[in-house]
């Protein structure tokens, strides 16, 4: 079973690419760059990745993040992920990028998106991965500076699919974005949202709502609400799920307690992914085995949740033509 996991194809469609920072690449570039970290080695990176909640996974990942700063880190960045989704029969994947992360430390815009489209387009070449780019906005900061990160990124347009929401959640609800929802719908963007981590429930309902997006990321709450519970499985909507992430960041205490089973027999349209991978220990194929042991998955569920992150893809009708 554990052959069959790892090979078989899927769609990875909620990765964080500046979570997949490895320590060995966070240290390298932080000498290159000269930037001072708080670890003297590369152990001491990893016994700091003991997290309490989100927020105290934050702090550490918006601190690893300020090693990257030419195009070509973030370029180094983004292929070290590619080449893993290479091993663990990746085909397509969907990744998220928080531009105000870097602006806001005085990188262009423009080194932050050529340089993870590079590798992008590299990977396609050498690996035939196909992908596709998501913006956040970083909900901790106002509605106010995701306009003007909207803004900054009309000019690469074509090259992002979709606008995401991420950051803190508890005290940043999606209402706290509906108008640049709004104007990005207009734009034609797609619509994904953070919801339901470890806020509650009703955080889902208001990206349905006044959001309108097309996915949900996390959605673990939804398990306190029988009518959203129906109304998840009566849309069909995605749930983009991160077992390892909720485990780390203590949203469920073992992964035995997580209900991705329970959701998935409810019938609603889940999905495994990896969040973070460098800081929660596993990526992909690594999350589709800690549920599988855990919760004893069949390999008809297996198929199902790959199945579901190719048909929850942003993939369009002519691209699905190669995967036929
Ligand atoms: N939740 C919210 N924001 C994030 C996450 C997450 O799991 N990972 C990176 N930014
Ligand atoms: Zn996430």
Do not use: W
Request: charged share 25%; with cysteine; aromatic share 10%.
């Amino acid at each position: 079973m554990l052959d069959f996991i790892n090979n078989i194809p899927k769609a990875e469609l909620h990765l964080h690419i500046e979570g997949s920072l490895e320590p060995e690449l966070m240290f390298s570039l932080a000498q290159k760059n000269n930037i001072k970290l708080p670890y003297k080695n590369i152990q001491e990176v990893k016994d700091a990745y003991n997290f309490t909640n989100l927020q105290s996974f934050l702090d550490l990942y918006y601190n690893g993040a300020k090693v990257l700063i030419t195009q070509q880190d973030f370029y180094d960045l983004t292929f070290e992920y590619l080449k893993k989704c290479h091993k663990q029969k990746i085909l397509h994947t969907e990744i998220f990028f928080d531009p105000q992360t870097h602006t806001h430390r005085g990188i262009e815009f423009s080194t932050v998106l050529n340089g993870i489209k590079q590798a992008l387009n590299d990977a396609k070449n050498e690996f035939k991965i196909s992908s596709k780019l998501i913006m956040c906005f970083l909900r901790h900061l106002s509605q106010e500076d995701a306009f003007k990160t909207l803004e900054q990124a009309l000019e690469f347009k074509e090259d992002i699919i979709a606008i995401g929401l991420d950051s803190s959640e508890i005290g940043n609800p999606p209402s706290k974005f509906e108008k640049v929802f709004k104007k990005a719908k207009e734009l034609g963007f797609k619509l994904v949202a953070h919801a339901g981590e470890e806020a509650s429930y009703e955080y889902i309902n208001e990206a349905l709502d006044l959001l309108e997006v097309n996915r949900i990321d996390h959605g673990v709450q939804a398990i306190q609400n029988e009518q959203l519970m129906k109304r998840l499985k009566q849309m069909q909507i995605a749930l983009t799920v991160c077992p390892l992430s909720n485990t780390k960041l203590k949203v469920f205490e073992t992964m035995q307690e997580h209900n991705i089973k329970k959701m998935l027999d409810f019938g609603i349209n889940v999905t495994i992914n990896s969040d973070d991978p460098a800081y929660f220990g596993g990526y992909l194929n690594e999350n589709f085995i800690a549920v599988y042991k855990a919760l004893d998955l069949s390999k008809q569920q297996i198929i199902q949740l790959a199945k579901n992150s190719f048909n929850s893809s942003f993939i369009s009708i002519e691209e699905k033509q190669d995967y036929i």
